[in-house]
């Protein structure tokens, strides 16, 4: 077991395992959101309080998720860089960033299009999912703000895993405050926490939505590590004899 | 681009004080120097030579902690510094090209500060101080002391600290014979007392102690 | 073997001295001072310029618009925290000194404070005065300002820490430490306003309390991480 995260962590060996992982991920992610789509926006029933307008949950709500699941796999990668000084988990963090900030983003936009059927309005200050997504994408923002300010590669790494951990204490937090803060005015919010139980024809796509969100997270994540990797090890002699099978290693 | 100095398998005794282990060290991707090894006991003095940008900086600064290496570790009195950084700092002082003071407060301000981290008292502070030709200055600040003039605030440091090992990166620059004078002085009552130094330094030092050296390219 | 007893003094004197250390510097620096403390002033003037004199108005965003100008005074002070350590090299003998470098982080978080956000806390009233806020809420007003000031100290340490020696690295601390500040401005300026509103403001104060022994025991920690990783 130990021998096999060994070698996973190796760049390498890394590379071509997650070649192989990537297209698995990939199919599986585009049937469960196919699925999800279809059954969600045609078959699931209309709900009694919002009528069809409700639907875009299936988007939203996976995109919310996934956000949280981002900065999570952000901290934690980054959190084992700087612990064990793992190099391969610093690119981990650092492909993870920018797309934990466009589901953050598609989580923002999906809930502003909801909102406006709902309270004729784009933006809703009083529903503390839409104000925490906000702040999300700050953090987000300053994580590989941070990042692109540091020319070197490994003090950037290190300096934005102490940020990304910092960060990770903090979100619980930031979700508690916003809670609070919209507690204090019962404003209009897009889902009523301990509201109506979801009937299984609503829910098993929901699920499904959010799974096929994770695994397409899984293949993307893959994908741009495989590319971090490359680029942060071009100097190296298994890059070399990739890009240039004909040379002849010395 | 290394060197290794004790081949004589007799000489890495109990007595090996400082030591560096296969050291490597990147700036930014760009290796300065790999492979390199070096011991030291008591009374030796480690002389690092080479031209601007080989590395003697980085290397110091390695030794002292401040700077990562990518390769191998350094010990002190047989503990790998990394594993213990508390007792290590206790033990060393650092001589940089910036002499590390606040321009906006007076030597002796400075200075106080310094007790503060170290285990001195201000009373003992002043035979250093008359030592050092620095008495009549201690009110100033710092800002309008001369280059020199801080170099031996900076000196005034080591001898406070107390410290068995001195790290020293160009400790000449900007002193005028009486100083360059006044440090090779220091150095080797410092080695007389059983201390470690390492320094880096451009030009060849005249100094009658057992001294090793590294040239970095 | 003889000679070197390098002993170290308690941490107690550490924490003294490089406390005396930045309030002297500090002293020597009236501007470093005043500066936050004028701007805080000013932006709260801005407001009422802005949005008009209608004295309801104002008693109801004054604890908002306070808060907002503390937390911006705050930013604006902490860029510098770590600068001048940086360039004349103070920073490397600080990190190689004997005493604990969470210990020497958590100092110049102390006496930052004791320098930016006390003087806000004690201006603070004489604001509110013009925003006419209830007296009930002045209290209530000084006591979060004053923790969460605290802990925008320890916090803002590790940004500035992080950022120390970048270039524009003003505009990038703010960006790291806005999003984490949240909770304390939510907690801080609504609680202020319940108070004048005369409700319950128990939950807010704890709050504020817990977040600042939060802040206390960690950000020494992240700071000094922060230090070694900027200072390389």
């Given at each position: 077991?130990?021998?096999?995260?060994?070698?996973?962590?190796?760049?390498?060996?890394?590379?071509?395992?997650?070649?192989?992982?990537?297209?698995?991920?990939?199919?599986?992610?585009?049937?469960l959101i196919?699925?999800g789509s279809i059954a969600g926006l045609f078959f699931a029933p209309a709900d009694y309080q919002q009528g069809d307008a409700f639907r875009i949950i299936y988007v939203h709500v996976p995109a919310a998720y996934l956000s949280l699941l981002a900065y999570a796999?952000?901290?934690?990668?980054?959190?084992?860089?700087?612990?064990?000084?793992?190099?391969?988990?610093?690119?981990?963090?650092?492909?993870?960033?920018?797309l934990g900030a466009w589901f953050t983003f598609l989580a923002l936009a999906t809930g502003s299009i909801w909102g406006r059927p709902m309270w004729g309005t784009w933006w809703e200050w009083g529903d503390p999912r839409l104000t925490s997504e906000l702040i999300m994408l700050f953090l987000y923002f300053?994580?590989?703000?941070?990042?692109?300010?540091?020319?070197?590669?490994?003090?950037?790494?290190?300096?934005?895993?102490?940020?990304?951990?910092?960060?990770?204490?903090n979100v619980p937090i930031i979700h508690f405050s916003v809670e609070w803060w919209s507690s204090l005015h019962q404003g209009p919010t897009l889902i009523r926490e301990g509201g109506p139980a979801m009937p299984p024809a609503m829910l098993i796509p929901l699920l499904a939505m959010i799974l096929g969100f994770s695994?397409l997270f899984?293949?993307?994540?893959?994908?741009?590590?495989?590319?971090?990797?490359?680029?942060?090890?071009?100097?190296?002699?298994?890059?070399?004899?990739?890009?240039?099978?004909?040379?002849?290693?010395? | 681009?290394?060197?290794?100095?004790?081949?004589?398998?007799?000489?890495?005794?109990?007595?090996?004080?400082?030591?560096?282990?296969?050291?490597?060290?990147?700036?930014?991707?760009?290796?300065?120097?790999?492979?390199?090894?070096?011991?030291?006991?008591?009374?030796?003095?480690?002389?690092?030579?080479?031209?601007?940008?080989?590395?003697?900086?980085?290397?110091?600064?390695?030794?002292?902690?401040?700077?990562?290496?990518?390769?191998?570790?350094?010990?002190?009195?047989?503990?790998?510094?990394?594993?213990?950084?508390?007792?290590?700092?206790?033990?060393?002082?650092?001589?940089?090209?910036?002499?590390?003071?606040?321009?906006?407060?007076?030597?002796?301000?400075?200075?106080?500060?310094?007790?503060?981290?170290?285990?001195?008292?201000?009373?003992?502070?002043?035979?250093?101080?008359?030592?050092?030709?620095?008495?009549?200055?201690?009110?100033?600040?710092?800002?309008?002391?001369?280059?020199?003039?801080?170099?031996?605030?900076?000196?005034?440091?080591?001898?406070?600290?107390?410290?068995?090992?001195?790290?020293?990166?160009?400790?000449?620059?900007?002193?005028?014979?009486?100083?360059?004078?006044?440090?090779?002085?220091?150095?080797?009552?410092?080695?007389?007392?059983?201390?470690?130094?390492?320094?880096?330094?451009?030009?060849?030092?005249?100094?009658?102690?057992?001294?090793?050296?590294?040239?970095?390219? | 073997?003889?000679?070197?007893?390098?002993?170290?003094?308690?941490?107690?004197?550490?924490?003294?001295?490089?406390?005396?250390?930045?309030?002297?510097?500090?002293?020597?620096?009236?501007?470093?001072?005043?500066?936050?403390?004028?701007?805080?002033?000013?932006?709260?003037?801005?407001?009422?310029?802005?949005?008009?004199?209608?004295?309801?108005?104002?008693?109801?965003?004054?604890?908002?618009?306070?808060?907002?100008?503390?937390?911006?005074?705050?930013?604006?002070?902490?860029?510098?925290?770590?600068?001048?350590?940086?360039?004349?090299?103070?920073?490397?003998?600080?990190?190689?000194?004997?005493?604990?470098?969470?210990?020497?982080?958590?100092?110049?978080?102390?006496?930052?404070?004791?320098?930016?956000?006390?003087?806000?806390?004690?201006?603070?009233?004489?604001?509110?005065?013009?925003?006419?806020?209830?007296?009930?809420?002045?209290?209530?007003?000084?006591?979060?300002?004053?923790?969460?000031?605290?802990?925008?100290?320890?916090?803002?340490?590790?940004?500035?820490?992080?950022?120390?020696?970048?270039?524009?690295?003003?505009?990038?601390?703010?960006?790291?430490?806005?999003p984490?500040?949240m909770p304390?401005?939510i907690?801080?300026?609504r609680?202020?306003?319940?108070?004048?509103?005369?409700?319950?403001?128990?939950?807010?104060?704890?709050?504020?309390?817990?977040?600042?022994?939060?802040?206390?025991?960690?950000?020494?920690?992240?700071?000094?991480?922060?230090?070694?990783?900027?200072?390389?």
């Amino acid at each position: 077991m130990w021998k096999f995260l060994h070698k996973l962590a190796s760049p390498p060996h890394f590379y071509d395992l997650a070649a192989k992982f990537i297209p698995w991920f990939a199919v599986c992610a585009l049937a469960l959101i196919g699925y999800g789509s279809i059954a969600g926006l045609f078959f699931a029933p209309a709900d009694y309080q919002q009528g069809d307008a409700f639907r875009i949950i299936y988007v939203h709500v996976p995109a919310a998720y996934l956000s949280l699941l981002a900065y999570a796999a952000m901290a934690i990668s980054a959190g084992i860089g700087l612990i064990w000084r793992m190099k391969l988990a610093h690119a981990v963090a650092a492909g993870a960033a920018p797309l934990g900030a466009w589901f953050t983003f598609l989580a923002l936009a999906t809930g502003s299009i909801w909102g406006r059927p709902m309270w004729g309005t784009w933006w809703e200050w009083g529903d503390p999912r839409l104000t925490s997504e906000l702040i999300m994408l700050f953090l987000y923002f300053g994580y590989m703000a941070l990042r692109a300010a540091i020319d070197d590669t490994q003090k950037a790494d290190r300096a934005s895993a102490v940020l990304a951990l910092v960060g990770a204490v903090n979100v619980p937090i930031i979700h508690f405050s916003v809670e609070w803060w919209s507690s204090l005015h019962q404003g209009p919010t897009l889902i009523r926490e301990g509201g109506p139980a979801m009937p299984p024809a609503m829910l098993i796509p929901l699920l499904a939505m959010i799974l096929g969100f994770s695994l397409l997270f899984g293949a993307m994540l893959l994908s741009r590590v495989r590319s971090e990797v490359l680029y942060r090890e071009r100097r190296s002699r298994w890059v070399r004899k990739l890009l240039l099978p004909s040379e002849e290693s010395p | 681009m290394h060197l290794s100095l004790y081949t004589d398998a007799d000489a890495k005794t109990l007595t090996e004080l400082l030591s560096g282990t296969n050291l490597c060290v990147l700036r930014g991707e760009r290796c300065l120097f790999k492979g390199l090894n070096f011991a030291l006991s008591s009374g030796e003095l480690l002389l690092v030579q080479g031209p601007n940008g080989s590395g003697k900086t980085s290397l110091l600064r390695s030794i002292a902690g401040l700077f990562g290496l990518e390769t191998g570790y350094i010990s002190w009195r047989g503990v790998p510094t990394k594993n213990d950084r508390q007792s290590f700092s206790a033990d060393v002082v650092w001589m940089a090209h910036h002499v590390g003071f606040k321009a906006d407060l007076t030597l002796l301000e400075n200075l106080r500060f310094e007790t503060g981290l170290r285990s001195a008292t201000l009373e003992e502070i002043e035979s250093i101080l008359e030592r050092l030709s620095l008495s009549q200055l201690v009110e100033l600040p710092m800002r309008s002391l001369s280059a020199g003039q801080q170099k031996r605030g900076a000196l005034a440091r080591m001898l406070i600290s107390d410290a068995r090992l001195w790290l020293m990166d160009e400790p000449f620059a900007n002193l005028d014979v009486g100083g360059h004078d006044l440090v090779i002085e220091l150095i080797a009552e410092h080695l007389a007392e059983n201390g470690i130094c390492v320094m880096a330094a451009h030009q060849d030092l005249e100094l009658e102690v057992p001294m090793h050296s590294i040239q970095l390219q | 073997m003889t000679g070197f007893e390098a002993k170290v003094p308690g941490l107690w004197h550490g924490l003294k001295s490089i406390i005396r250390r930045d309030l002297l510097l500090a002293w020597k620096r009236p501007g470093d001072v005043l500066n936050p403390l004028f701007f805080f002033a000013m932006v709260s003037t801005l407001f009422p310029l802005a949005v008009g004199p209608s004295a309801e108005q104002l008693a109801v965003s004054g604890p908002g618009v306070l808060w907002v100008a503390a937390l911006l005074a705050t930013l604006l002070s902490l860029n510098s925290l770590y600068l001048s350590d940086f360039e004349d090299g103070s920073l490397d003998q600080i990190i190689l000194s004997p005493q604990p470098l969470p210990l020497l982080a958590l100092g110049k978080s102390v006496s930052h404070w004791l320098v930016s956000g006390l003087p806000l806390v004690i201006v603070s009233p004489l604001i509110a005065m013009t925003f006419s806020m209830p007296a009930a809420s002045v209290g209530v007003l000084m006591l979060t300002l004053a923790l969460g000031t605290i802990s925008l100290s320890l916090l803002g340490s590790i940004g500035a820490a992080l950022t120390v020696g970048l270039n524009r690295g003003n505009a990038l601390l703010s960006l790291l430490i806005l999003p984490l500040a949240m909770p304390v401005l939510i907690f801080g300026a609504r609680t202020v306003s319940l108070a004048a509103a005369g409700d319950a403001v128990a939950a807010g104060i704890y709050f504020l309390a817990a977040y600042c022994m939060l802040a206390l025991s960690f950000a020494p920690l992240a700071t000094a991480a922060a230090l070694k990783i900027s200072n390389e």
